[in-house]
Nanobody, 120 residues
Framework: QVNLVESGGGLVQPGGSLRLSCATS????????IAWLRQAPGKEREGVSC????????IYTDSVKGRFAISRDFDKGTVYLQMNNLEPEDTAVYYC?????????????WGQGTQVTVSS
């Protein structure tokens, strides 16, 4: 069974920062790509970022490039999403999930999600 637990969401003003965490196990990080996805009310789910298991290569959707950074800590079994210069358009529920490979955006195991609200 794959367990993923997100945390770190909240309310932040435009231009602010948040760091999301996705807690799982070291084993999962070694064998699965971990993706961050988001879904805003009335919008389709969107892939945000992903980190590959072996070489740690990363990808980002165009709208967050230069603002978001994905990273991982094997010892803690945790993947992070550092979000800087947040915009109201980033408001959504953010989920982490295991994925076939980075870029497939075919998540199978999901966390419960964490709400991010960017508003003044």
């Amino acid at each position: 069974q794959v367990n993923l637990v997100e945390s770190g969401g909240g309310l932040v003003q435009p231009g602010g920062s948040l760091r999301l965490s996705c807690a799982t196990s070291k084993y999962i990080l070694e064998y699965y790509a971990i993706a961050w996805l988001r879904q805003a009310p009335g919008k389709e789910r969107e892939g945000v970022s992903c980190i590959s298991p072996r070489d740690g290569s990363t990808i980002y959707t165009d709208s967050v490039k230069g603002r978001f950074a994905i990273s991982r800590d094997f010892d803690k079994g945790t993947v992070y999403l550092q979000m800087n210069n947040l915009e109201p358009e980033d408001t959504a529920v953010y989920y982490c999930a295991t994925d076939l490979f980075c870029g497939s955006w075919s998540p199978d195991n999901w966390g419960q999600g964490t709400q991010v609200t960017v508003s003044s």
